[in-house]
C-alpha cells in the first residue's frame, strides 16, 4: 500500500522545520520538501547570518572602547573576508543542526522544489522531482522574498537584497540603504561599523516603522552621531544603476552609492507552488489562516512568512506548532498580543505589546512610565559611556501591563520575560512582587513598573 504521510510540509524554514519537529516527536510521520536550504531565509539569509554580522561589529566596537573600561589593545582592524567567512561557517553548522533535528524527528526531507497537485478526498498529494508525495496534512511555509517594488529604471542586477548583500566578497566604501525598516537598520549598524559610508533613504517620517516613537528617534539619533546620513520622508522615485534618485520636500535629490541596498518590505511566496490546485484561498498579500493556523481547506495550515502577517521567525515557529497541535487533536491557538519585536543593532531594540501610538490608535486608556537604563547598577558597570531606557504601558484602570519597550544593552535578552507578563496579563502589583537577580540589567522593568 502507499505510504501516506501524516503531514507534509512545504518549506524548511523555522516555521518548517519546527513543525517537523514537534509532528516527530508526537510520532506524526512527516515529509519536509525546501528547494534551497533547511532553515530558510532565517537561517541562510536573514536573522542568523545578520547576527553574526553585527557580532563582529560589537566586537570590534569593544576594542575601539577598550580603552574606557582601563584595557590597552594594540591596533584594531578589521578583515572582511573573515567575518563574511565566520558568517557562513556559522551558517553550516547551524544548517547541518537541523538536518540532524529531522532525522531525529524521522522526518523524510526532500531537498527539491515541491508542488501542490490535488487533494482527493482528504488526502494531498505534492510532486517533487517527478515523485509523488501523498498526506492527509499539509502545512504550507514556503515564507517570502524581498520585495522589488515597480521604481523606474530599477535594474535587479544593479542592487543588492538581504541576500546579496551576504554574499559581498568586498566592503564598499558607500552603501545607500532604500528603506529605514529592520532589515535596512541591521545592515546599516554593520557596514557604518565596517567603515562603509551609509545612506539611509526612508519614505516615512521616521526609520522603523511600529517599533515605539522614542525609541526609533534615539536610535536614529545614535546613528547620526556615528556619521549615518538619514533622509526621512524622501521617496525614491527613479534608479539607474547605482544613483538613486528620491524626492524630499518637494525637491528632487540624488545620491549614488558603490552599492545600494534594496530593503522596502517582503512578498509572500504564493506563487508557483500549486495553491490553486487545491482552492487554497490566497491574496498576492499571503495565504489567510484561523486561529488554529487552518487555511479555508480544513486539513491545510499555512504558518509563517506566507500569512503576510506577523514576518518574524519566531511567530512562524509558534504557528508551525499550533498548527500540528491542532492536527493532533491537542488544545492549542495562537495569540499575537504577546510576540516579542527585536531590532539587533547597537543599541539593541526590543520590545513587546502595545506602543503608546497602538495604544491610541486603538482607543486604549493606558498609564506609561519610561527609566533610563542607568537605574539598573549592571548597565552602568558594563555600559561606559552608553544610554538606553525602558519604557512600560499598562491599562489605567486594572494596571494589567500591556507593553514594555526597551533600547539599550542586550535588551533582546530581556524581552521574553516581559512577553511572559504581557501573555500572563499580569498586573503592575503582581510584578512589584516578583524577585528579579540583582545585579542584572532586567532589574530596569521592575524598577519601571515601580514608578506606577
Ligand atoms: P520593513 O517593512 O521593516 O521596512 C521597509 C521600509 O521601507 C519602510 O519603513 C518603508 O516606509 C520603506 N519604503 C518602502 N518603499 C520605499 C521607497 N520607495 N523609498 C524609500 N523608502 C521606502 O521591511 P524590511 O526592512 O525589508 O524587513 C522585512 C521584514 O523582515 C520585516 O517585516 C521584519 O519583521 C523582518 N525582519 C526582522 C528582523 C528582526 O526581527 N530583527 C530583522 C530583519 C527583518
Avoid at 229 to 253: P, Q, S
Avoid at 287 to 295: H, L
Avoid at 312 to 340: C, F, W
Amino acid at each position: 500500500m502507499e505510504n501516506i504521510f501524516d503531514i507534509a510540509i512545504l518549506g524548511g524554514g523555522p516555521a518548517g522545520y519546527v513543525a517537523a519537529e514537534r509532528a516527530g516527536a508526537k510520532g506524526l510521520s512527516v515529509v519536509i520538501f525546501d528547494k534551497r536550504a533547511l532553515g530558510g531565509v532565517c537561517l541562510n539569509e536573514g536573522c542568523i547570518p545578520t547576527k553574526t554580522l553585527l557580532n563582529s561589529a560589537k566586537v570590534l566596537e569593544y576594542a575601539h572602547e577598550a580603552e574606557k573600561y582601563g584595557i590597552t589593545v594594540g591596533e584594531v582592524g578589521i578583515d572582511f573576508s573573515k567575518i563574511m567567512k565566520r558568517k557562513d561557517k556559522v551558517v553550516r553548522k547551524l544548517v547541518s543542526g537541523i538536518g540532524a533535528k529531522m532525522k531525529h524527528a524521522k522526518a523524510e526531507v526532500v531537498m527539491a522544489e515541491a508542488v501542490i497537485k490535488e487533494k482527493r478526498g482528504s488526502e494531498i498529494t505534492i510532486e517533487a522531482e517527478g515523485k509523488t508525495y501523498k498526506a492527509a496534512n499539509l502545512l504550507i511555509c514556503t515564507g517570502s522574498e524581498a520585495a522589488i517594488p515597480p521604481i523606474p529604471g530599477l535594474d535587479k542586477s544593479q542592487i543588492l537584497t538581504n541576500r546579496e548583500i551576504l554574499q559581498l566578497k568586498e566592503l564598499p566604501k558607500s552603501l545607500v540603504i532604500i528603506g529605514g525598516g529592520v532589515i535596512g537598520t541591521e545592515f546599516a549598524d554593520f557596514f557604518n561599523a565596517m567603515g562603509t559610508k551609509i545612506t539611509v533613504i526612508e519614505m516615512l517620517p521616521e526609520i522603523l516603522t511600529g517599533i515605539d516613537d522614542d525609541i526609533a528617534k534615539f536610535v536614529r539619533a545614535e546613528f547620526t552621531k556615528r556619521g549615518i546620513d538619514f533622509h526621512l520622508g524622501a521617496k525614491v522615485t527613479k534608479l539607474n544603476g547605482k544613483e538613486v534618485t528620491f524626492e524630499k520636500d518637494g525637491k528632487e535629490e540624488k545620491i549614488t552609492g558603490e552599492q545600494v541596498l534594496l530593503s522596502v518590505g517582503r512578498k509572500a511566496n504564493v506563487a508557483g507552488i500549486g495553491l490553486e490546485n487545491i482552492g487554497v484561498e490566497f491574496t498576492p498579500r499571503g495565504v489567510k489562516i484561523d486561529k488554529n493556523c487552518r487555511t479555508n481547506i480544513p486539513n491545510v495550515y499555512a504558518a509563517g512568512d506566507i500569512t503576510g502577517f506577523s514576518l518574524l521567525a519566531h511567530t512562524a515557529s509558534r504557528e508551525g506548532e499550533v498548527a500540528v497541535n491542532h492536527i493532533l487533536g491537542r488544545k492549542d491557538q495562537m495569540r499575537y498580543d504577546a510576540i516579542p519585536g527585536v531590532v539587533y543593532t547597537h543599541p539593541e531594540i526590543a520590545g513587546v505589546g502595545l506602543t503608546e501610538a497602538s495604544a491610541k490608535e486603538k482607543g486604549i486608556e493606558v498609564e506609561i512610565r519610561k527609566l533610563p537604563m542607568a537605574y539598573a547598577g549592571r548597565f552602568v558597570a558594563e555600559n561606559e559611556g552608553k544610554d538606553g531606557f525602558c519604557k512600560v504601558i499598562a491599562g489605567k484602570k486594572y494596571g494589567e501591563i500591556l507593553g514594555v519597550h526597551m533600547v539599550g544593552g542586550a535588551c533582546s535578552e530581556m524581552i521574553w520575560g516581559a512577553c511572559a507578563l504581557v501573555e500572563m496579563q499580569l498586573r503592575v502589583k503582581d510584578v512589584q512582587e516578583i524577585v528579579f537577580p540583582h545585579p542584572t540589567v532586567s532589574e530596569i522593568i521592575k524598577e519601571t513598573i515601580f514608578e506606577f
